[in-house]
Structure formats: structure tokens, C-alpha cells
């Protein structure tokens, strides 16, 4: 059964490539959803798949890439939805 989670990633996040970061790391584990910035300096993503892999995505956001600064991760269980692919907002 899939599992699906948004999650909303404080910090230095925006305009380092984490929403392409995420994208990349969600195809190579078979995870569907997106990722968008919001108007607060926040990135907002969905995560959809199987347990493991989304479990790996939720390790990711708190790490983001090179040149991010995460400061905190929110989580929130949502239901599946069944989205096909990953895509940027």
C-alpha cells in the first residue's frame, strides 16, 4: 500500500535547486508528487509511494542539496492519491 506525506522544508531553501533536487531523488526511487516553492522562503512537497522510499525523501528534505540550509522539516500524514511522476510547481 503506498504512503503519502507532505512535507514543508524551513530555511535557506529557495534558490539552491531543492525543488529539481527533490525531483531527481524522487525518480530514482519511484516516488510520485511534487515540489513548489511558497511565498514564505518555505518549499513545499508531496511524497508518494512506498514506504521506504518515501521514508528516504523525508531523510532527504532534511538534508537538501549542497548549498541548502534546512532549519526544520514539517511533516503531515495525507491519504494516498495515486499521482503518476514528480513534478516542479
Known amino acids: 500500500m ?7 522544508v524551513h ?3 529557495q534558490g539552491v535547486g531543492f525543488r529539481v533536487f527533490f525531483e531527481r531523488a ?3 526511487r519511484g516516488v510520485a508528487g511534487w515540489a513548489r516553492n511558497r511565498a514564505d522562503g518555505t518549499v513545499e512537497a ?3 509511494g512506498g514506504e521506504e522510499a518515501v521514508e528516504s ?7 537538501g542539496p549542497r548549498a541548502a540550509r534546512v532549519t526544520r522539516v514539517e511533516t503531515f500524514p ?6 503518476h511522476g514528480f513534478r516542479v510547481r
Do not use: H, K, S, Y
Open 57 to 63: 525523501m523525508l531523510r532527504l528534505a532534511g538534508e
Open 46 to 48: 508531496v511524497f508518494e
Open 2 to 8: 503506498p504512503t503519502r506525506r507532505r512535507v514543508i
Open 26 to 28: 524522487a525518480r530514482t
Open 11 to 13: 530555511g535557506d531553501v
Open 78 to 83: 495525507e491519504e494516498p492519491e495515486g499521482p
